[in-house]
């Protein structure tokens, strides 16, 4: 997580010059990279603890969360989408993460800031309890 945040400082500081980005609500910015950057944590574990070769570190990668962060409107704003997509983009806590990512920089989100924090805070602590019962199983873990 600190390597992360390390190296998206360190692009964000190499871009500023070139071009200006505003960040709008600093604490927002920053509480939302750690969640993301959380949350990405705690769904490497679950694969590292899953995963027993490499391909399928990669498949999980591959299948899991490129999708998910690609269907969570980085690209787009999610009222662009039919409502069926919006529907699925409100079960993504890639989604939340994203978009409160976007309302710390730009000030805009397609949903308030303080709902995207709660869904991904509990995307978390569900996802970071699944972490603590597999470790605490043993669950193909060595002696």
Do not use: C
Not at 34 to 39: I, K, R, W
């Amino acid at each position: 997580m600190v390597r992360a945040l390390t190296v998206g400082l360190g692009v964000f500081a190499a871009t500023l010059w070139i071009v200006p980005i505003p960040v709008l609500h600093p604490l927002w910015a920053i509480a939302f990279a750690l969640e993301g950057a959380a949350l990405l944590g705690v769904l490497g574990i679950i694969a590292g603890i899953w995963a027993e070769k490499f391909d399928q570190l990669a498949a999980f990668q591959n299948f899991l969360v490129v999708p998910l962060t690609f269907l969570a409107g980085v690209f787009y704003s999610m009222h662009s989408l039919p409502p069926r997509w919006q529907a699925v983009s409100k079960l993504n806590p890639f989604f939340y993460a994203i978009d409160g990512f976007r309302y710390g920089f730009f000030g805009q989100s397609d949903v308030s800031p303080w709902a995207s924090l709660a869904f991904a805070t509990a995307a978390l602590a569900a996802l970071s309890l699944v972490t603590l019962q597999l470790l605490r199983s043993g669950y193909k873990l060595r002696h």
